[in-house]
T-cell receptor, first 111, second 116 residues
Framework: RKEVEQDPGPFNVPEGATVAFNCTYS??????FFWYRQDCRKEPKLLMS???SGNEDGRFTAQLNRASQYISLLIRDSKLSDSATYLC????????????FGKGTRLSVIA | DTAVSQTPKYLVTQMGNDKSIKCEQN?????MYWYKQDSKKFLKIMFS???????INETVPNRFSPKSPDKAHLNLHINSLELGDSAVYFC???????????????FGPGTRLLVL
């Protein structure tokens, strides 16, 4: 099983749609979880950290299910500018261990 | 102000050559990283330095040698370049607090290396 697995997409959605991405991770000891965003030919940038209780930042909601080792990202009211690749990121083990990046899910928001 | 910068942005070279990529961060972070993103867009860590000391080396060929002259700089030297080294190399930095979990990493713009 890969350390971090994501559906690669692409997800093609109309503006205003709600879209959800899922991610699973293999190591139950992982403690840090993030969603990063990477635009075409650009560097990854932090979108949001993911906390056990779930967290929301504007149109973006992240959820963590430790029992199922599953992370999700929900984007409401999609904008054209949301088009990007969304990377699920988990630390390899507990504490200050390397981040492991998923291959990313590509989102295209269409007018 | 650029937080994490890399030079060069593009690098085209012949097989067998030796090349270096430079990285600098002005965030005051104590930890820096090198990542490789291949043609399949898979981003993998190569090295990590904390306060100029190597703390992670992810079974990277010894043709790759990182050097950290101070905690704001982490350079990557590659000897005897091979076709398979073609990729985008990203530098990143973060601030690791003792006893805390992994913190946010800030990435540089990337260096696109093409080996012919």
């Amino acid at each position: 099983r890969k350390e971090v697995e994501q559906d690669p997409g692409p997800f093609n959605v109309p503006e205003g749609a709600t879209v959800a991405f899922n991610c699973t991770y293999s190591n139950s000891a992982s403690q840090s979880f993030f969603w990063y965003r990477q635009d075409c030919r650009k560097e990854p940038k932090l979108l949001m950290s993911v906390y056990s209780s779930g967290n929301e930042d504007g149109r973006f909601t992240a959820q963590l299910n430790r029992a199922s080792q599953y992370i999700s990202l929900l984007i409401r009211d999609s904008k054209l500018s949301d088009s990007a690749t969304y990377l699920c990121v988990v630390n390899r083990n507990s504490g200050n261990t390397p981040l492991v990046f998923g291959k990313g899910t590509r989102l295209s928001v269409i007018a | 102000d650029t937080a994490v910068s890399q030079t060069p942005k593009y690098l085209v070279t012949q097989m067998g050559n030796d090349k270096s990529i430079k990285c600098e961060q002005n965030l005051g972070h104590d930890t820096m990283y090198w990542y490789k993103q291949d043609s399949k867009k898979f981003l993998k860590i190569m090295f990590s330095y904390n306060n100029k000391e190597l703390i992670i080396n992810e079974t990277v060929p010894n043709r790759f040698s990182p050097k950290s002259p101070d905690k704001a700089h982490l350079n990557l030297h590659i000897n005897s370049l091979e076709l398979g080294d073609s990729a985008v190399y990203f530098c990143a930095s973060s601030q690791i607090e003792t006893g805390r979990y992994q913190e946010t990493q800030y990435f540089g713009p990337g260096t696109r290396l093409l080996v012919l």
